[in-house]
């Protein structure tokens, strides 16, 4: 196992300090078995984690599974975590498996509302939560507040960012209905296209430090983290060894140029989903004539990819049914959360039940 100081070299600019490497210390004093992670992007079932020995996929334990009582219990986006390798003999999805999740210093959970009610983590570990509204659209001040309470309850520190101001003629009065709404949270107007407001915008993450970014789809996320990454591909399609196909993960993170981590979440129709809020239904019906025309689709569960007899591609601009596919992969994401949710669910009321009908003998203890 690498000493300290080469860890802090080799991790420091994942946000790796000596107060986490006293954390792993504790739990792991003296181990050749496992090495300290982040988690670095979160799939279906399996993870991406980075060490000082570069980026392995890996997996919770059954185990971890079986005593979770719910997601907050696995590990997201953000976290630091000792991980195992496993033998070889195992084989299975991952090469590595999450032996332990180092106490968290934050995390950002998804208010859910209603039967399907369990907290869903977005992200750990964060120094700073942008979330960011248009200038272009109508503000929804319940959308803006739900976010920052996300944050606060999560003790995160917030900013608003107020993005595409290029688009409106001034962006003073959209600001001062912010700063009324969300009073003493400082908003940061920016654009890309002018190239406004982006250093104030970098100044607020420091290398090392970690931001989220939360907003709607369509407020430009992506766009800004590819001109802080310096990519063209923030949302990379990363092949899942699992399943052999690809998936796109949902929730990553990133380095930029300048060594400030970014993480990206799915955008706030799957918050709404899960807040069961009305308030994004006008993002669903935005999308009402490509139901209708989907009704002509040779194949019912046709995506409008690359399906035969399919009756909304070419007819729909390829703006619009990007747009449709990212929505589309936000509801994936949920029902994949929502899945997951269950199974954990499941295991708590497998184990329950277990208890109360194991067949006891007489002088057993319970
Ligand atoms: P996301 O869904 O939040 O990731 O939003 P995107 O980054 O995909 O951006 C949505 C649309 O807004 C894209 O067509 C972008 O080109 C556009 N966009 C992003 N930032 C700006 C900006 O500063 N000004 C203008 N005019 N358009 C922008
Ligand atoms: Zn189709």
Redesign the pocket.
């Known amino acids: 196992m690498p000493s300290k100081i080469s860890l802090l070299d080799t991790l420091g600019p994942l946000g790796w300090d000596a107060a986490w490497a006293a954390s792993a210390h504790e739990r792991d004093a003296g181990s050749t078995e496992t090495v300290a992670a982040r988690i670095i992007a979160e799939h279906r079932i399996s993870y991406q984690a980075t060490g000082a020995d570069g980026t392995a996929w890996c997996e919770a334990t059954g185990r971890a599974f079986h005593q979770a009582t719910d997601k907050r219990d696995l590990p997201t986006v953000g976290d630091w975590v000792l991980l195992e390798r496993w033998a070889e003999s195992r084989g299975g999805a991952g090469n590595a498996v999450v032996r332990e999740i180092l106490p968290r210093r934050n995390l950002l959970v998804r208010r859910a509302a209603g039967e399907a009610s369990v907290p869903q983590p977005m992200a750990a570990n964060l120094d700073l939560g942008l979330v960011?509204t248009?200038a272009?659209g109508d503000l929804s001040a319940p959308r803006l507040d739900r976010y920052l309470n996300l944050l606060r309850d999560a003790g995160i520190p917030a900013v608003v960012v107020l993005?595409?101001?290029?688009?409106v003629p001034d962006p003073a009065p959209v600001i001062a209905e912010i700063e009324a709404n969300a009073p003493g949270v400082r908003v940061i107007a920016?654009?890309?296209?002018?190239a406004t407001g982006l250093d104030a915008l970098r100044a607020l993450v420091q290398p090392r430090a970690t931001a989220v970014l939360l907003?709607?789809?369509?407020?430009?996320?992506?766009?800004?983290?590819?001109m802080l990454l310096g990519t063209q591909q923030?949302?990379r399609e990363i092949r899942d060894d699992d399943k052999g196909r690809h998936t796109t993960t949902r929730r990553e993170l990133f380095v930029a140029g300048d060594g400030s981590l970014w993480i990206?979440t799915p955008?706030m129709r799957e918050l709404g989903r899960w807040a069961r809020d009305d308030d994004d239904d006008e993002e669903e019906d935005a999308f009402d004539d490509i139901a209708e025309l989907a009704e002509g689709c040779k194949f019912r569960d046709c995506r409008h990819e690359a399906e035969p007899g399919c009756a909304v591609r070419g007819v729909v601009g390829p703006?619009r049914l990007a747009?449709f596919h990212?929505l589309a992969d936000e509801h994936t994401t949920a029902a994949a959360d929502q899945k997951t949710a269950r199974r954990i669910a499941e295991t708590q009321h497998a184990k329950a039940k277990r208890y109360v009908t194991r067949p006891g003998k007489p002088g057993d203890e319970r």
């Open positions: 960011m248009s272009n993005s595409k101001i290029d688009l920016i654009s890309l296209v002018s907003g709607s789809s369509g407020v430009g996320k992506s766009s800004l983290l590819n923030a949302t990206d955008g703006d747009s990212k």
